[in-house]
């Protein structure tokens, strides 16, 4: 076919923690009819585990519009290697790309002052990934992935659009004192290394909750616009500012100021009212 395809990418849509329900759904679908959206990738993190809300969100999304995703981390949780297989490296062929899809990994390498020993008790006290029970260390499972990748790009000849779930480069990194050591987790530049030998074109990824501006780097414009989970999201920080007279000291911390406005019918109006624009903004969409 000679005629483009207009694909959207989201990631982190953490649907049982954001407490995903009908409306949320029709928000979505009411939004990809309105954007003429063609086809969605989802780059991770659908929900904790791929069980049955997930595979029922997929569902009633693919009665919308063809659907396609790749693992995050939080999608991984239960599932074991073998199971996670079939979700690497998925190829689609648009009319002038190909889309390749798959989850990526991490190797401490954003933290290289930190000994691994230490970025794994870190890891197994604090972050979500001790949960999951994949084979290997974290370093070596990259390893394999960029082997495998570098295997699977090599057999692509059209301009290739990536989504996958992890930070590919280090311009990326979250720069909070508090969250430095986290970094360790959140991917490799090895991955942004690897794709400027092939004809790379984006790069969509997600994991950190953290909304940029595209940016190209070497070629290759990245793209990360995550949901992310609501109290993080753009509506709730705007609230306080169309209506001050909710507003406190610890305004900053999102834990503390999505508790102080979920239960106010002011709050609730205006998610309602705001649900459309922030989904929107946490979509990529490419005509491929």
Request: negative net charge.
């Given at each position: 076919?000679?005629?483009?395809?207009?694909?959207?990418?989201?990631?982190?849509?953490?649907?049982?923690?954001?407490?995903?329900?009908?409306?949320?759904?029709?928000?979505?679908?009411?939004?990809?009819?309105?954007?003429?959206?063609?086809?969605?990738?989802?780059?991770?993190?659908?929900?904790?585990?791929?069980?049955?809300?997930?595979?029922?969100?997929?569902?009633?999304?693919?009665?919308?519009?063809?659907?396609?995703?790749?693992?995050?981390?939080?999608?991984?949780?239960?599932?074991?290697?073998?199971?996670?297989?079939?979700?690497?490296?998925?190829?689609?062929?648009?009319?002038?790309?190909?889309?390749?899809?798959?989850?990526?990994?991490?190797?401490?390498?954003?933290?290289?002052?930190?000994?691994?020993?230490?970025?794994?008790?870190?890891?197994?006290?604090?972050?979500?990934?001790?949960?999951?029970?994949?084979?290997?260390?974290?370093?070596?499972?990259?390893?394999?992935?960029?082997?495998?990748?570098?295997?699977?790009?090599k057999l692509v000849d059209q301009p290739l659009i990536?989504?996958?779930?992890?930070?590919?480069?280090?311009?990326?990194?979250?720069?909070?004192?508090?969250?430095?050591?986290?970094?360790?987790?959140?991917?490799?530049?090895?991955?942004?290394?690897?794709?400027?030998?092939?004809?790379?074109?984006?790069?969509?990824?997600?994991?950190?909750?953290?909304?940029?501006?595209?940016?190209?780097?070497?070629?290759?414009?990245?793209?990360?616009?995550?949901?992310?989970?609501?109290?993080?999201?753009?509506?709730?920080?705007?609230?306080?500012?169309?209506?001050?007279?909710?507003?406190?000291?610890?305004?900053?911390?999102?834990?503390?100021?999505?508790?102080?406005?979920?239960?106010?019918?002011?709050?609730?109006?205006?998610?309602?009212?705001?649900?459309?624009h922030e989904f929107s903004q946490a979509m990529t969409?490419?005509?491929?």
């Amino acid at each position: 076919t000679g005629s483009m395809t207009r694909v959207a990418f989201m990631s982190d849509l953490h649907i049982d923690s954001n407490l995903f329900g009908q409306e949320e759904l029709e928000t979505l679908t009411a939004l990809f009819k309105q954007e003429e959206i063609q086809h969605l990738h989802i780059a991770g993190d659908i929900a904790n585990g791929f069980e049955k809300i997930s595979q029922d969100f997929l569902a009633q999304l693919q009665h919308q519009l063809p659907v396609t995703f790749s693992l995050g981390n939080h999608d991984m949780l239960g599932l074991s290697e073998e199971a996670m297989k079939p979700f690497e490296f998925q190829k689609v062929s648009f009319s002038k790309h190909t889309l390749l899809a798959f989850s990526g990994w991490y190797d401490y390498s954003f933290v290289p002052a930190i000994s691994p020993q230490k970025h794994l008790q870190t890891k197994n006290l604090f972050w979500f990934d001790r949960r999951l029970c994949r084979k290997g260390t974290d370093p070596e499972i990259t390893q394999n992935l960029l082997g495998e990748l570098q295997e699977e790009l090599k057999l692509v000849d059209q301009p290739l659009i990536i989504a996958m779930h992890f930070v590919p480069h280090a311009h990326f990194l979250m720069r909070h004192p508090y969250f430095e050591r986290f970094n360790a987790f959140l991917g490799s530049q090895a991955f942004h290394e690897l794709f400027r030998q092939f004809p790379v074109k984006d790069v969509i990824f997600g994991h950190s909750h953290h909304r940029i501006s595209d940016r190209t780097i070497d070629n290759i414009t990245y793209h990360a616009r995550p949901l992310g989970y609501i109290r993080e999201w753009e509506l709730c920080k705007q609230f306080f500012e169309d209506f001050p007279q909710f507003d406190f000291p610890k305004r900053y911390d999102p834990y503390k100021r999505y508790r102080k406005i979920k239960d106010l019918p002011e709050f609730q109006v205006y998610k309602k009212e705001q649900l459309a624009h922030e989904f929107s903004q946490a979509m990529t969409i490419l005509e491929l």
